[in-house]
């Protein structure tokens, strides 16, 4: 059977043609074979049930260590069991549907921790999200989707570099780009000026992440109406695949600026724009180590176009890690069924709103001769810019920081250098910043510039 003449890419010839399209190679072959998992699957609820390769009670339940069970002694019996044993490969469904719930009543709600600028009644309908180990393998199973030699993937500059390792060298994509901001401030129409040249009818791939990283921005209103028209007037020209990069999810500090994600309100917008989300619990509750993360698309749960991507991601999963860790799952359904999280997740929130207004006004007094803060109001980040005047490069910054300033920062191409204040206490940004000033003055007295 040639790979266009599987079900799974019929479904999504017939339902979605624009996402078809825009599928690389790889994308088209793969579907999820019916080997030892589905197989198992099959068997489940069976009275023998000699498929999978875990080692049971003969009942189903785990039979673990003793260690490894009082190490997870928080959990009850049932959610113990499931954390030790494997999960199925799409995930542990109570935690899809949990997290499915947990988006849209995000996305629906007018005073949630992530409000958008949508009302309940009108969200878009939305897939149950495939389990990914953490947000980059997300990012990474799109690009198997949607990358492929020689596409296009369009994302404004300065960017989070391991979007290149991700598309351009594991895929061989090619990544276009285009100034995050133009004239001190943020540049909407992005994605047209970073596609401008590409043949028409072409399929391409944008890549959107809000809050920002490393620029730590999130549009206004009317800035991200201007960048949702900006998508759609690509899509008038070819197949559009914008991934929606949530990882910072709901982590905004000014009042007019929208919390929720874009991909609901770009959902539906264009019969030729395919949104994609990847979020997970990394940021959105703060578990860094955990490593799970989700995969949503803009479809009915149940049609055969859903079906059919969860067909080829669960393939995609299931070769490069078998499945998805269960314990880390068990500790965000844990987490999410407690009546307690919202406001958990608004005490990290507010933990950064202090220390982001501490670091603005710190900010607000360096000499524009030697930095230039780019504009930030969300997230965990925020970006500094060599003035004109310094010769020295943001790595030669970077360095002489490490050596002189007992100080780390990111460096970013020739000219940003990235603040990553969620890990500095907001006691100690003053005196940040200040090392900062006086590490760049130190260079460019040292030079003349």
């Given at each position: 059977m040639r790979p266009a003449d599987t079900p799974e890419n019929a479904a999504l010839l017939e339902e979605k043609p624009a996402l078809f399209a825009a599928l690389s190679p790889l994308g088209r072959r793969v579907a999820f074979p019916a080997d030892i998992p589905a197989q198992a699957a099959d068997a489940r609820g069976k009275a023998f049930n000699a498929t999978i390769g875990q080692i049971t009670d003969g009942k189903g339940g785990a039979v673990a260590l003793a260690p490894t069970a009082a190490a997870l002694g928080g959990l009850g019996p049932e959610e113990r069991n499931r954390a030790i044993l494997y999960s199925p490969v799409q995930g542990i469904e109570p935690l899809r549907v949990a997290w499915r719930r947990w988006q849209r009543r995000a996305a629906g709600s007018g005073d949630g921790p992530q409000a958008s600028t949508l009302p309940p009644s009108t969200l878009p309908p939305s897939t149950r999200p495939l389990v990914t180990a953490g947000l980059t393998h997300g990012l990474s199973i799109a690009a198997d989707l949607f990358g492929g030699e020689g596409r296009a993937v369009a994302v404004p500059a300065p960017f989070w570099g391991n979007y290149r390792q991700t598309f351009a060298n594991r895929t061989g994509a090619v990544m276009r780009t285009a100034p995050a901001y133009r004239e001190g401030g943020f540049h909407p129409e992005?994605?047209?000026?970073?596609?401008?040249?590409?043949?028409?009818?072409?399929?391409?791939?944008?890549?959107?992440?809000?809050?920002?990283?490393?620029?730590g921005y999130s549009p206004t209103v009317e800035e991200r109406r201007r960048l949702i028209a900006s998508l759609v007037r690509e899509a008038e020209r070819r197949p559009l695949v914008v991934l929606c990069d949530d990882a910072y999810a709901g982590l905004v500090y000014e009042p007019g600026v929208p919390r929720g994600s874009i991909f609901w309100e770009l959902a539906g917008r264009h019969q030729r724009l395919v949104p994609v989300k990847i979020d997970g619990a990394t940021k959105e509750l703060s578990f860094f180590g955990g490593r799970v993360g989700f995969l949503t698309f803009a479809f009915e749960p149940e049609s055969a176009a859903a079906e059919a991507l969860e067909s080829k991601v669960k393939c995609l999963i299931r070769a490069v890690m078998g499945s998805p860790v269960a314990t880390s799952q068990m500790v965000v359904l844990a987490a999410l069924e407690d009546p307690g999280v919202e406001a958990e997740v608004e005490r990290v929130r507010v933990l950064l709103e202090g220390r982001y207004r501490v670091l603005r006004e710190a900010l607000a007094?360096?000499?524009?001769?030697?930095?230039?803060?780019?504009?930030?109001?969300?997230?965990?980040?925020?970006?500094?810019?060599?003035?004109?005047?310094?010769?020295?490069?943001?790595?030669?910054?970077?360095?002489?920081?490490?050596?002189?300033?007992?100080?780390?920062?990111?460096?970013?191409?020739?000219?940003?250098?990235?603040?990553?204040?969620?890990?500095?206490?907001?006691?100690?940004?003053?005196?940040?910043?200040?090392?900062i000033e006086s590490g760049v003055r130190e260079l460019a007295s040292a030079s003349g510039g």
């Open positions: 992005w994605p047209e000026e970073a596609l401008d040249g590409l043949p028409a009818e072409e399929p391409a791939v944008a890549i959107v992440n809000l809050p920002s990283n490393p620029g007094a360096v000499d524009r001769e030697l930095l230039l803060p780019l504009p930030f109001n969300s997230g965990c980040f925020v970006l500094l810019e060599l003035a004109a005047g310094v010769t020295a490069t943001a790595d030669q910054v970077r360095r002489h920081l490490l050596d002189a300033h007992d100080t780390g920062l990111v460096s970013i191409g020739e000219r940003h250098l990235r603040i990553a204040f969620c890990s500095v206490g907001g006691e100690a940004l003053p005196e940040l910043v200040r090392r």
